[in-house]
């Protein structure tokens, strides 16, 4: 056995084949990362094994915005070496430049992307890439998706409809932003700000509250709150539902609906 492993020891030597011990790998933690739009973000990438006296290089990239085109270059990194000082080792494209770095550590198979102040555009997926510039084939890459996510906006809140004993109206309420989006509820306030239960056949679906056959009953303080994974924000209406005689125009009852949401954003039922 001994005299058969060393013929192949010789074999080997003498075919020129080099014999590795282990293949480079590229990991990232996670497979999607979440952060808030305007926050920076580090995305880990660690590498093995570590090359002693080698050139490696590192690159980040983005997918396109359209499936097919090319990818988006963030930056590459050639680590300096004895016999490569290689004294701008570290090349961020133009459209990073100030937005993009690397938190690399060689020794330590350290290639971390730094994003900062990220921006919706920024979630895509990412592909940290490490080789050894000695041996092409030595190279690995992982990938990972970022998600940035964006609180909902101010909602603005509206009544479609006459507020007239008898009739039927909506109350809609809308974030222009927010990223997962935002999930509405209203919810009805008395006149201490404590919360009371919805007027009987009413529907509250995907932000609009519609309220049938009104009621004086149905008069109060309303509050739509929209929420998503970050934080909420909410705004409100005051309806006061009047008999036909008494009542004002359909247009005039949306406009004073609109001036008590001017007064009353912010306010929360308890």
Avoid: H
Wanted: with cysteine; charged share 20%; aromatic share 6%.
């Amino acid at each position: 056995m001994a005299a058969t492993l060393g013929i192949l020891g010789i074999c080997l030597l003498f075919s020129g084949v080099r014999v590795t011990s282990s293949a480079m790998s590229v990991t990232i933690t996670d497979k999607q990362y979440k952060i808030a739009r305007g926050d920076d973000v580090v995305i880990p990438c660690a590498f093995t094994p570590q090359p002693a006296d080698e050139s490696v290089q590192i690159t980040w990239t983005a997918a396109p915005d359209v499936a097919g085109d090319p990818v988006i270059k963030i930056l590459s990194f050639n680590s300096p070496t004895q016999y490569n000082p290689n004294p701008n080792p570290l090349k961020v494209q133009t459209n990073y430049k100030g937005r993009a770095n690397l938190k690399q550590d060689i020794a330590a198979g350290k290639a971390d992307l730094l994003l900062l102040k990220v921006t919706s555009a920024d979630t895509r997926r990412y592909e940290c890439g490490v080789e050894n510039v000695d041996n092409e084939e030595d190279g690995m890459s992982d990938m990972t998706s970022l998600i940035v996510l964006v609180a909902p906006s101010t909602p603005v809140c509206k009544v479609e409809g006459t507020l007239e004993y008898s009739q039927d109206v909506r109350l809609s309420c809308r974030s222009e932003e927010g990223t997962p989006a935002p999930v509405y509820k209203w919810q009805r306030c008395d006149t201490n700000n404590r919360s009371q239960p919805n007027p009987e056949n009413t529907t509250d679906l995907n932000g609009v509250l519609s309220l049938y056959n009104i009621t004086k009953e149905t008069s109060g303080f309303f509050t739509c709150t929209s929420t998503n994974e970050i934080r909420s924000a909410s705004c409100n209406l005051i309806l006061a539902v009047m008999p036909p005689s008494k009542s004002m125009a359909s247009v005039d009852g949306i406009a004073g609906a609109v001036v008590a949401v001017a007064v009353f954003i912010g306010v929360i039922c308890i």
